[in-house]
């Protein structure tokens, strides 16, 4: 999502909920904002991410930037649960969250398009570089998931009453994901900590 009448870019990132936020901020300032995937009104023809997103940051980086984040913990088991389908496609079946993240690590039991994917990689540049593109930044205004889900909306509506824009009179998850720890045991913390380390301490989350 981006403003130029306010200079910001709100970086997404998947699995972490901005969708939501995007979409009932569209609602209310669609005169000033585009969404990250609103293909017509992007000077691209793909969504504004990856290497395009390292462009615009480029062209303008005055804008300020900023993002949402969440427990590598509850992305972790979203992410897995999104990979069922790709994991019964390619013949191999259901893993363990543990056994998931171990295989996806090592490359070995894995669907084709299946990958790590972490909050870090979409939020930073490493070694001046982006997606391909020679630019050097990272977010580093970043709202937690979780702080929105229940409703503590001051630190973004402070931050937005600085740019000038209007707040966000709440958050809302209609996927919200109940019971979560449930898929955790000693492995799946072990694997979650190694591979998800970064997103840790970029994103400001203890380890269990």
């Known amino acids: 999502m981006i403003s130029h009448e306010f200079g910001f870019v709100f970086v997404h990132v998947p699995f972490n909920g901005s969708e939501s936020l995007s979409e009932d901020y569209l609602k209310h300032n669609g005169e000033y904002v585009i969404s990250s995937f609103d293909v017509e009104n992007l000077p691209w023809d793909t969504p504004l991410e ?29 992410m897995w649960i999104e990979a069922q ?47 391909g593109v020679d630019v050097d930044f990272k977010v580093t205004t970043l709202f937690k998931y979780e702080n929105l889900v229940d409703g503590e909306m001051a630190d973004i509506n402070e931050f937005l009453s600085e740019l000038g824009t209007s707040n966000v009179n709440y958050y809302y998850d209609s996927s919200i994901l109940k019971n979560w720890e449930d898929h955790y045991d000693d492995h799946a913390i072990e694997m979650v900590n190694y591979i998800f380390e970064e997103d840790f301490s970029f994103c400001g989350y203890h380890k269990l």
């Open 85 to 131: 389908s790709k994991l019964r496609i390619a013949g191999i079946g259901r893993l363990t969250l543990g056994n998931y993240y171990e295989n996806l690590l090592n490359m070995w039991k894995c669907a084709p398009d299946d990958k790590i994917d972490r909050q870090v990689d979409y939020l930073r540049s490493t070694d001046g570089e982006y997606y």
């Open 50 to 78: 990856g290497e395009n997103l390292g462009s615009f940051v480029k062209q303008f980086p005055e804008h300020e930037l900023f993002a949402m984040v969440k427990s590598p913990y509850l992305r972790a088991v979203e």
